[in-house]
């Protein structure tokens, strides 16, 4: 008997191809993001599901599948939606999509810094506002790089990538996280592993990328950002809930920070009244990975993943326990 493929997404084609070939796909018609009762309806019977952050991927995810689930493979570097632990307890393999977003969101992060660093949004809203303007001194002025300090949370594939642009736009890096860097890295990047307290209170931009877990959520609260120099930037491109994010309004909102570039938010789709209403803020709809290059490798990635699985072989980025 073929393979039952559940893809809870429409995925590229190159993709959909590689699952066809090795299994029986079923797609959602017309793709959209599946309530919990209709995911697990869907699932059932599935040896493979191709998933996306959208997906609570729980015990009673896996149960609803049935037993002859093997692999669940997230189409993300994020899985914080999925409860490994209880899959892992039914011999079910997680798998995730990392390194191949890696520049892409780099990419975004840089963006973003430099939105807002240099005021883009708010030069963008005053002349599609149609307000009068014209060259001047003094105009819309912004906050240089060039040997300020980053401070980034969480020096792994996505935040080195970051380092490095960071590099070259002259900043000095601190960083902090679980472990430290290798020392190779440290050297390339002349990167200093700080404790967090001390990279709040040196930086003159944080950037986030340390995963979302239960000692990740609300790390940057409203004493953290307190901590932070008035002129300080905050980014995340990571998952909104490592902010806590009413107390960011109110920090932007009351200069204890200088600004915020953010591509997640803690309540995705909602974003907080308050930033809407704020100039020091860049946003974007979680565009991190958002290329057509890049959604394709995470997908053919996932999908190698899942069939890897399916014929009995070691899948090519496991989650491990
Ligand atoms: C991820 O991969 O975790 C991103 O947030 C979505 O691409």
């Not at 892992?88 to 999509?97: I, K, L, S």
């Not at 300020?148 to 792994?156: A, C, H, P, R």
């Not at 679980?178 to 700080?194: I, M, N, P």
């Not at 565009?287 to 069939?307: D, I, Q, Y």
Request: with cysteine.
């Amino acid at each position: 008997m073929r393979p039952r493929i559940v893809a809870t997404r429409r995925i590229a084609e190159d993709a959909m191809a590689l699952l066809r070939e090795s299994g029986d796909v079923w797609v959602p018609e017309p793709d959209r993001p599946l309530p919990t009762e209709e995911l697990h309806t869907a699932v059932k019977g599935a040896d493979a599901v191709v998933s996306t952050l959208h997906d609570r991927v729980d015990g009673a995810f896996a149960d609803a599948a049935g037993p002859q689930l093997k692999v669940v493979s997230t189409v993300a570097v994020g899985y914080d939606n999925i409860d490994v632990a209880a899959l892992h307890a039914r011999d079910v393999v997680v798998t995730n999509t990392p390194g191949v977003l890696t520049d892409a969101t780099a990419d975004l992060t840089f963006g973003l810094l430099l939105s807002v660093t240099r005021r883009l949004g708010e030069g963008e809203r005053l002349l599609r506002a149609r307000e009068p303007w014209r060259f001047d001194l003094g105009f819309l002025l912004g906050t240089g790089l060039q040997g300020k300090t980053l401070g980034i949370v969480g020096l792994g594939q996505i935040g080195t990538a970051v380092a490095r642009r960071a590099r070259a736009f002259g900043m000095r890096i601190v960083y902090t996280g679980r472990r430290r860097a290798e020392t190779s890295v440290e050297r390339e990047l002349d990167a200093r592993y700080v404790p967090l307290d001390e990279l709040l209170c040196s930086s003159d931009v944080v950037s986030l990328h340390c995963p979302l877990t239960p000692q990740t959520r609300h790390l940057i609260d409203a004493g953290a950002l307190a901590a932070m120099k008035p002129t300080a930037f905050l980014i995340n491109t990571t998952r909104g809930p490592v902010v806590d994010e009413a107390a960011l309004a109110g920090a932007l909102g009351s200069g204890v920070i200088a600004g915020a570039g953010l591509d997640v938010f803690e309540r995705e789709p909602d974003v907080h009244p308050a930033l809407l209403e704020l100039d020091n803020v860049a946003l974007a709809p979680h565009l991190g990975s958002a290329t057509t290059e890049t959604r394709t490798a995470m997908a053919v990635l996932a999908a190698r993943n899942a069939v890897a699985v399916l014929r009995g072989e070691e899948p090519p980025t496991p989650v491990r326990s």
